[in-house]
C-alpha cells in the first residue's frame, strides 16, 4: 500500500504515537522495507502530535457555528466541512512547530 497508493509518502518522515500496535515488528518492518523513517515519538505525550491541535481546532469551529448539528450524520458533515475550512498556513504552521516543543 505505501509504494502503490502513496509514493509520496517514501520522502517522508512518519511520526505516530508508541501504541502497542505501532511498535509491532510488522509494522516497524513494512515502513523499512518502504524506505519511511519514523520518528522517535516520547510516550505519553499528545502535547507533542500536530493532530491534537488540529482536532481542537475543529471542535473550536464546531463550537462557533450557528448550526449545531441535528444527528450523527449531520455532524460527520460538519466535522469533515470543519476540517477542510482549517487553513494550509495553520497545519503547516503545526507541523513546523514541532521541533520547537
Request: include cysteine; proline fraction near 8%; charge should be positive.
Amino acid at each position: 500500500w505505501i509504494r502503490t497508493d502513496s509514493p509520496y509518502l517514501c520522502q517522508s518522515i512518519f511520526q505516530q504515537d508508541n501504541a502497542t500496535s505501532h511498535k509491532y515488528w510488522k509494522v516497524k518492518a513494512a515502513f523499512s522495507r518502504a524506505g519511511i523513517p519514523i520518528l522517535p515519538w516520547p510516550a505519553q505525550s499528545p502535547d507533542l502530535n500536530p493532530i491534537e491541535n488540529m482536532w481542537q481546532e475543529v471542535e473550536r469551529c464546531l463550537q462557533n457555528s450557528p448550526n449545531k448539528p441535528t444527528s450523527i450524520d449531520d455532524l460527520e458533515k460538519k466535522v469533515i466541512t470543519a476540517w477542510y475550512s482549517i487553513s494550509r498556513k495553520f497545519y503547516c504552521g503545526l507541523v513546523n512547530s514541532v521541533i520547537h516543543r
